[in-house]
């Protein structure tokens, strides 16, 4: 396989991503199109530390899933406070939230 290939289907990836988070109103679909995102990063490490035949490209994506895993943790956690405040997981009365 290319080194094309997977920068295609990482560009495709993010870019899916970006239209989710800015389209989307729900804030568990925002998170997962940010994991989306973060996932098209891991896609284009591994596959440039393989086309160099290098470690650090898996390296650095394994941090970047950990860094995923407590993004995940804590973005969960707002999104269920703003449910049991509003009753709404709309993105757009966050702001209400404000103190």
């Known amino acids: 396989m290319f080194l094309n290939q997977f920068l295609l ?4 990836l993010f870019c899916i991503g970006i239209y989710g988070v800015l389209a989307r109103k729900n ?3 925002v998170l997962m199109s940010i994991e989306l995102i973060l996932n098209s990063v891991n896609i ?3 596959a440039f530390g393989a086309y160099n035949q ?3 490209g898996q390296v650095f ?3 970047i899933i950990a860094v995923a895993a407590a993004e995940v943790g804590v973005g969960l956690a707002i999104v269920l406070l703003i449910y049991r405040n509003r009753r709404s997981i709309d993105v757009a009365k966050a702001n ?3 103190g």
């Open 9 to 12: 289907f990482a560009a495709v």
């Open 27 to 29: 804030g568990v679909l």
């Open 44 to 46: 284009n490490l591994v």
């Open 54 to 56: 290098d470690l650090a």
């Open 61 to 63: 994506a394994l941090f």
């Open 96 to 98: 209400l939230l404000k």
